[in-house]
T-cell receptor
Framework: GAVVSQHPSWVICKSGTSVKIECRSL??????MFWYRQFPKQSLMLMAT?????????EQGVEKDKFLINHASLTLSTLTVTSAHPEDSSFYIC???????????FGDGTRLSIL | GNSVTQMEGPVTLSEEAFLTINCTYT??????LFWYVQYPGEGLQLLLK?????DKGSNKGFEATYRKETTSFHLEKGSVQVSDSAVYFC????????????FGQGTELSVKP
């Protein structure tokens, strides 16, 4: 149980394009999902908290207009990297929380490479 | 503010050796504590958790005890296998801050046959 699916797992695109990453909770409903960014050999950095039906809460220093988050249903949150540039290349990971105080369950991540 | 500190890696062990990865935390409230494992190229998997002082989390031979007096949550395993090679993250979640996870820097474990 508690499976989180993230898609795509790997994407390569040209500078200036927008990329959408999906995060789905497959066997549970998730009121809250989280988006993280991870650089090589480093820990996870929380980008934003996504709540179903409301605006995402971004961490300090994360550009809202650059990283658009939509949480339209209890099983799906999307992260769109708009006008992506090489410095946006990274490993993006989502997680979904069961209930208000359950543990977070993570997707397998999306490796984004901007050329 | 809240923070998590883990021992630096990489940690290299021979198969069947005893493993300890130290984790200490700083928190203003009463957080829940977690260990996550990340295999190469993958997301994180929840390994074990503890929600209050003196709780012991255990899974797949790994265990960790929530020690409030020493603000620690050290990960242990009696006999590691090559398949345990991964990066291990200690984390805390403070419900007074919306349940956000705060991660340690991660400890890479390499187990040699």
């Amino acid at each position: 149980g508690a499976v989180v699916s993230q898609h795509p797992s790997w994407v390569i695109c040209k500078s200036g394009t927008s990329v959408k990453i999906e995060c789905r909770s497959l066997d549970f409903q998730a009121t809250t999902m989280f988006w993280y960014r991870q650089f090589p050999k480093q820990s996870l950095m929380l980008m934003a908290t996504s709540n179903e039906g409301s605006k995402a809460t971004y961490e300090q220093g994360v550009e809202k207009d650059k990283f658009l988050i939509n949480h339209a249903s209890l099983t799906l949150s999307t992260l769109t990297v708009t006008s992506a540039h090489p410095e946006d290349s990274s490993f993006y990971i989502c997680s979904a929380r069961i209930g208000q105080r359950g543990p977070q369950h993570f997707g397998d991540g999306t490796r984004l490479s901007i050329l | 503010g809240n923070s998590v500190t883990q021992m630096e890696g990489p940690v290299t062990l021979s198969e069947e050796a005893f493993l300890t990865i130290n984790c200490t935390y700083t928190a203003t409230g009463y957080p829940s504590l977690f260990w996550y494992v990340q295999y190469p190229g993958e997301g994180l998997q929840l390994l074990l958790k503890a929600t209050k002082a003196d709780d012991k989390g255990s899974n797949k031979g790994f265990e960790a005890t929530y020690r409030k007096e020493t603000t620690s949550f050290h990960l242990e395993k009696g006999s590691v296998q090559v398949s345990d090679s991964a990066v291990y993250f200690c984390a805390l979640s403070d419900w007074n801050q919306g349940g956000k996870l705060i991660f340690g820097q991660g400890t890479e474990l390499s187990v040699k046959p």
